[in-house]
């Protein structure tokens, strides 16, 4: 997620002694504040994770939503169908999904009826016979209503918002289940189709491929597919009246989508670059993950900030409240490969997203010739005082996992790591770090274990002061 409207870029003239060390020390396996796994009983209500122990649920992993939604404006109401097709990973009398608000009229599983109750945002559904461990399954469930946002510290509202043309769902770490039966946590990524049938007069865009706009009467169905497994938060759909830009690059398709209320300009421009900037982020990431490319500018007061939503991003037109302005569009689309491609298995490692998308400000940002990366580095280094040195990005809690430090002293502690292992080993291990992991689910343990394994080197000392310790690193 881009956290601000603004990018601030100080420009400070001091160059950092290169750092350097050798395999002295056995590599990383594990120390003081990098927490062993600890194995976990089987909790139906929650995925697991220590910030957000009711996000998802356990039990069972998603391979695939077929999702089937119409929605009125006029009404404000969603009916919906989705197919959820999952294994069970235990013996399962009973699962749950994440559903916040709307109503479930019917319930199946494998074709047979089940029984369902609520219980908050858990739907808590019971099939005619158990699941045994390991079977795939599959429950349809069909649901309605008038969908609600839910309240977020940081975001305002998020989740499913009406607009004065129609409505849009965004938000992190949970939006999903305002809009659909989900389970609602990244480490269950799922291959994704996405039915949204509208008023004909309205676009419908969402993730990925469209594989087509059927219209029947007053209504459009436009068909969309995400052929890469996909985190619940970055499913996104926008509906209302936007101008399309359709096109293909290197055989993939490009749709942009900019609110018609929105005066062409810069923020058109800045959707046009989408490519250029895929293509410089290559360079340094390896190939651009998906099959698809895009973006979405909303026209939204509520909504100040941007969101990697998987092969589209759903950008603020606040970003262009002083013009022109590329750096956003660079930090969302090098979410593309770390935090949608690889993602997190925990939310608090999310400076594996966040401090790499800023890292990939700053690197677009150099080529602009607006800074470089070390400038970049050098304007923060040098305000002692700044909050960033308050909170452990490695490990800020659940309050701050959009705090300045995840995303401004993460990408710092790319920069750490780039000056100790030189440019060729750094980049190979952004690039190997993009290519083995992509589709999957990460922990901070595992980047440092892959850093230290590319570049040879022992780099726990580091890793420990730039990302698990409060206060500024001495260099
Ligand atoms: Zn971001």
């Known amino acids: 997620m881009g956290r601000r409207a603004w990018i601030v870029m100080a420009a400070v003239s001091a160059a950092l002694a290169a750092g ?50 119409k929605y009125d404006p006029a009404s404000d109401q969603l009916t919906g169908v989705a197919t959820v097709t999952a294994t069970a990973k235990a013996d ?52 309605g209503g008038v969908p609600k946002a839910i309240k977020a510290p940081d975001l305002g509202v998020t989740g499913f918002l009406t607009t ?22 990244p480490k269950d990524k799922a291959l994704y189709t996405i039915e949204l049938t509208v008023p004909t007069q309205l676009e419908a865009i969402s993730n990925g491929l469209l594989d087509g706009r059927t219209a029947q009467g007053a209504w459009t169905s436009w068909k969309w597919r995400v052929t890469s497994p996909m985190a619940p938060y970055l499913a996104t759909f926008v509906i209302g009246d936007y101008r399309l830009v359709e096109g293909t690059h290197k055989g993939k398709p490009v749709l942009t989508a900019v609110a ?33 490319y895009g973006g979405i500018v909303i026209d939204d007061e509520r909504v100040r900030y941007a969101l990697e939503t998987q092969t589209r991003p759903v950008y603020s037109d606040a970003f262009w409240s002083r ?22 298995q925990a939310w608090q490692h999310i400076w594996l997203n966040e401090g790499f998308a800023t890292y990939a400000q700053w690197l677009w940002g150099e080529k ?82 892959l850093a230290e394994r590319v570049s040879g080197q022992q780099l726990d000392t580091l890793f420990q002061k730039w990302l698990f310790e409060v206060g500024r690193p001495a260099q």
């Open 92 to 143: 399962l009398a009973k699962f749950h999904l994440d559903l916040h608000g709307l109503t479930v009229d019917k319930v199946t599983v494998d074709g047979a009826a089940a029984t369902s109750t609520r219980d908050g945002d858990e739907l808590i559904i019971t099939p005619g016979a158990p699941l045994a461990n390991g079977k795939e399954f599959v429950a349809v469930v069909a649901y």
């Open 323 to 344: 013009g022109a302005n590329t750096i956003v569009v660079a930090h969302e689309l090098a979410h593309q490969w770390f935090g949608d491609s690889v993602s997190v």
């Open 20 to 69: 350097c060390g050798g395999p002295s020390r056995p590599l990383f396996t594990g120390a003081a504040g990098f927490p062993a796994p600890v194995p976990l009983p089987v909790d139906l209500a929650g995925a697991g994770d220590p910030y957000f122990p009711t996000y998802g649920n356990g039990g069972y992993d998603v391979s695939a939503y077929d999702l089937k939604i």
């Open 260 to 292: 018609e209320t929105l005066p062409k300009g810069e923020i058109d421009k800045a959707m046009a670059s989408t490519t250029e900037i895929v293509d410089f982020l290559e360079q340094y990431f390896g190939p651009y993950p998906f099959d698809a």
């Open 368 to 449: 602009l010739g607006v800074s470089t990366v070390q400038e970049e580095f050098d304007s923060r280094y040098d305000d002692p005082g700044s909050r960033i040195w308050d909170i452990a990005p490695g490990a800020p809690g659940a309050d701050n996992i959009f705090s300045g430090s995840v995303y401004e002293r993460g990408g710092m502690t790319l920069h750490a790591l780039r000056k100790q292992v030189g440019d060729e080993k750094f980049f190979e291990i952004l690039k190997t770090w993009a290519s083995e992991q992509r589709d999957g689910n990460v922990t901070t343990t595992e980047f440092i274990a």
């Open 164 to 185: 004065h043309d129609g409505a849009f769902t965004l938000g992190e770490p949970e939006s999903a289940t305002t809009w659909f039966p989900v389970n609602d946590h």
